[in-house]
């Protein structure tokens, strides 16, 4: 290429560049109705010839940009800035000379802000790892607007920013040494990566990266790394050529994000664009944000957004738990044999109620039948049910939004509220309020679940007539009506069946919930009792779903043979001794949800992959995105349990195997129970 052979009808823009010249290109485009020639000349970090090259093409050229300093000052290469390139022989006098000083903020701020319209939430509490010194101060900025987990692999003393962030000064000694583009030129440089430092550096990336949602640099600093395996990951980085591409995808990254617009066939840095608008500038008038805005506009300048692997998306949970007795402190370590001594129990029942959360479990391997994926954390608060009511509500509030706290660290992006805590006080609608992410109590899903596990017990036991469109024919009753899984199940139960009871001892709540029901049209005949004793021996099908803790809430005796009991509550409201006392009726624990994909997490007392209805609902908002206050308080919208249990579907949420007290029941469990109620109806027909 000569610098004297430009076509004069044409903007000739020359991209000197401190990488490797194996990119190097000649190229005649149009960009916006004006014609340009754009030629890339590669020096392979010799700053003398970069300067050299920047001379000659000045004599000649409407524009020169000079990419690739930062890395090639971070290589130690180089020691200075563009403004050394325009003192070069009076090379300012007559050309323009740009680095990507401006454009490049807006680019990378613009994808950022790209990301998050375009994918609500995917930023939201995101672990970032930010590789490199080519990411800009303004950008970190953007990024804090959504997320506080930042991670710096390089100490950027030329970062001015409010908050305290983590650096990782093993890393960042041996970023000096292979700083410069992977392919650079010449092979000393490519062997530094090798070196024991840069050894070493590759070993506390790969750790670093196994966390980070989202890892921000150039393609070089990012390929320095060597890095492991990308699934689940984003990568915001630029300048995205189809071999860059397609090693990202090798790597098998979600989501590339290239901040630099590509109009033409071959790869151009934010430094040519810059200096196409310094181009077409009146000559002595310098780039400003306004010209560099009309230029985008001009050219439908746009990031670009790549799923190199097919569209999908991973997003993060939080749920919260706690032991549900003092039992559960019995198989925990120390706790186990200080509880055992007569007399401790009540004292560390007491004492774990103001321990911290803490992570009980990182649940991994959620796979949506769409491709999504969750990845999540159960986070355990101490108190039983028992020291919660024990205390103000405030007690409690003061716990979630610590496990609040806990889970945005974490990166969770909606966290769920499980068992008891979604119960006390206000249920949830204090701690929503409070929280700095999204907060769902899970209980329209378990509202569905509830009455999804009742109906199948109901198929499978094969006494109740159930005809072709789900009605099961029989009588029904909710007990603890008018609380908020309740309500909902009633509401359920008045269309898919012929009678439905509800009982509680708020009268009041009960007659609104009945004259509600009742205006929906249902096809069943509602009626209100304090107590269940009025009608309970005639019932079907019963759902227990109250607030009881432990306190009986119906006498087990009194139940028709053949009655399936779905037990909501928890705790739950039939204690294992009073369902052994009845062989000829099933009670289950109503709600568990069989997650899509191979689950991996502690045991919460469930078979291996199924959750209760609650946590699955965490995850199915997670899956589908919506980081939002789904369910919290104490009135459940009816449509969302029915969107609830619909996106469970889409998402491939199964109902699991129905289980009772003593775990998931067989087909001889309810062969079992079936012989045993019509013994027992025959037996009192007899009579």
């Known amino acids: 290429m000569s610098p004297h052979s430009s076509d004069n009808a044409r903007k000739v823009i020359v991209n000197v560049t401190f990488q490797s010249n194996e990119w190097d290109y000649d190229e005649e485009v149009t960009l916006a109705g004006q014609p340009y020639r754009l030629i890339r000349v590669g020096t392979s970090g010799d700053a003398r010839a970069a300067e050299d090259h920047v001379w000659r093409w000045s004599l000649s050229a409407d524009a020169i940009a000079v990419s690739g300093m930062r ?9 200075g800035g563009v403004d050394d390139f325009r003192r070069v022989k009076g090379t300012t006098t007559r050309v323009p000379v740009r680095d990507d000083s401006l454009l490049a903020d807006v680019l990378q701020e613009w994808a950022i802000r790209r990301i998050q319209t375009e994918l609500p939430g995917h930023l939201s509490n995101a672990r970032v790892l930010v590789v490199g010194e080519t990411t800009r101060e303004r950008t970190i900025k953007v990024l804090q607007e959504f997320t506080e987990n930042i991670l710096f692999e390089n100490p950027r003393d030329d970062l001015v920013l409010p908050g305290t ?21 010449p092979g000393f440089l490519k062997s530094a990566v090798h070196a024991p430092v840069g050894w070493v550096a590759e070993r506390i990336a790969k750790l670093a990266v196994k966390d980070a949602d989202v890892i921000i640099g150039s393609f070089s600093e990012l390929m320095r790394f060597g890095l492991p395996n990308l699934h689940g990951k984003t990568v915001i980085t630029s300048a995205v050529s189809e071999d860059r591409l397609e090693t990202l995808a090798e790597l098998d990254v979600d989501l590339v994000v290239d901040v630099t617009p590509q109009p033409f066939d071959f790869v151009v840095v934010p430094a040519v664009l810059e200096a196409m608008v310094a181009a077409n500038l009146p000559k002595g008038e310098d780039v400003t944000g306004e010209a560099i805005v009309q230029f985008i506009q001009e050219a439908d300048l746009e990031p670009r957004l790549f799923w190199p692997n097919g569209e999908r998306r991973k997003s993060r949970f939080s749920f919260v738990i706690h032991p549900l007795s003092t039992e559960y402190f019995k198989n925990v370590g120390p706790l186990g044999f200080v509880s055992d001594i007569p007399g401790m129990g009540q004292i560390v029942e007491k004492a774990v109620a103001y321990v911290p959360p803490f992570v009980y479990s990182h649940v991994t391997g959620i796979v949506s039948a769409t491709g999504a994926e969750a990845e999540g954390w159960l986070i355990s608060v101490g108190g039983t049910p028992k020291e919660m009511l024990a205390h103000p509500p405030e007690f409690t509030y003061s716990r979630l939004l610590e496990a609040a706290e806990l889970s945005r660290r974490l990166g969770a992006q909606i966290m769920g509220l499980g068992a008891f805590t979604k119960v006390v006080g206000d249920a949830g609608v204090t701690v929503a309020k409070q929280a700095r992410l999204p907060v769902t109590t899970g209980n329209s899903y378990s509202a569905s ?64 919930i009945k004259e509600e029901i009742e205006a929906e049209n249902p096809r069943a005949t509602v009626h209100v009792a304090m107590d269940p004793s009025i009608a309970l021996s005639d019932m079907d099908l019963i759902v227990t779903a109250t607030s009881a803790a432990g306190h009986k809430v119906l006498d087990i005796m009194d139940v028709k043979p053949g009655c399936v009991i779905t037990d909501v509550a928890r705790p739950l409201d039939m204690s294992a001794e009073d369902v052994a006392k009845r062989p000829d009726v099933l009670v289950i624990e109503s709600g568990e949800i069989e997650l899509p994909g191979t689950p991996k997490m502690r045991s919460i007392g469930l078979p291996d992959g199924v959750v209760y209805a ?29 969107e609830i249990y619909r996106l469970g579907l889409k998402h491939g949420m199964k109902l699991a195997t129905i289980s009772g007290v003593k775990g998931p029941y067989t087909d001889e469990d309810f062969d079992r129970v079936r012989e045993a109620a019509l013994a027992a109806r025959a037996n009192a027909e007899a009579s």
């Open 71 to 79: 890395e090639a000052r971070a290589a130690g290469l180089f020691s």
């Open 165 to 185: 962030f983590k650096t990782n000064p093993v890393t960042s000694t041996a970023s000096e040494a292979t700083e410069l583009a992977w392919r650079l030129a």
């Open 449 to 512: 679940g509830a009455l999804w596990a009742a109906h199948e017990a109901v198929r499978r036991l094969g006494i109740l007539p159930i005809d072709e469109d789900g009605i099961v024919h029989g009588k029904t009753m909710v007990v603890g009506a008018s609380g908020a899984i309740g309500s909902v199940c009633a509401r359920l139960l008045a269309l898919a069946s012929d009678e439905v009871w509800l009982v509680s001892p708020e009268m009041a709540k009960l007659l609104a």
């Open 614 to 642: 609650c946590l699955a609902e965490t995850i199915v908002l997670a899956l589908e995105g919506r980081y939002e206050n789904f369910t919290v308080g104490r009135n459940i919208e009816w449509e969302k349990v029915k």
